[in-house]
């Protein structure tokens, strides 16, 4: 019995897991950054309905630094180094969280859009749902900032 619950719980954990991948956000950095010597990470959620019924946490190495509906957008100071930046379902959506590992420049800013779309990963009522991040350079990210929610604190 004792086997059993260990099985069980090894299975529960690793489904709650985060599915992580290695970028390189060095490609469409910008230099600068709104925070002094730290860089600066924007996470943009897209405005597409698919999954917009559940917020997604916003975590910087496990650090919850907010929530995001569709249309909004969070920008976060991160000290230079390797972090990792998760967008998190609630654990009641079933729909797995989603990370990216990476090192971050001080005196630099990141634009990271989180989009979701129909093809691949979460089943939803029959329908299979893809959902990720895409790296984006300035001119791109401004485009979405015009017209998006500033969900950041203090604004």
């Not at 800013?109 to 129909?118: K, N, R």
């Not at 990720?132 to 900032?145: N, P």
Request: net charge neutral.
């Amino acid at each position: 019995m004792k086997n059993w619950l260990i099985i069980f719980l090894s299975l529960l954990l690793s489904a709650c897991a985060a599915r992580t991948f290695d970028v390189n956000p060095a490609q469409l950095a910008e230099n600068g950054s709104q925070y002094g010597e730290e860089a600066t990470v924007y996470l943009i959620r897209d405005d597409t309905f698919a999954l917009s019924m559940w917020s997604i946490g916003a975590q910087v190495d496990g650090v919850d630094k907010g929530t995001l509906r569709r249309g909004q957008y969070l920008r976060m100071p991160v000290v230079a180094g390797k972090h990792q930046l998760v967008a998190a379902y609630p654990a009641v959506s079933g729909i797995r969280s989603v990370g990216i590992r990476g090192d971050f420049a001080a005196k630099h800013t990141y634009y990271f859009l989180y989009s979701t779309g129909a093809g691949g990963d979460a089943p939803v009522g029959g329908i299979s749902i893809q959902y990720g991040f895409t790296q984006l350079s300035k001119a791109q990210a401004k485009k979405l900032l015009d017209s998006y929610e500033d969900m950041t604190a203090g604004n």
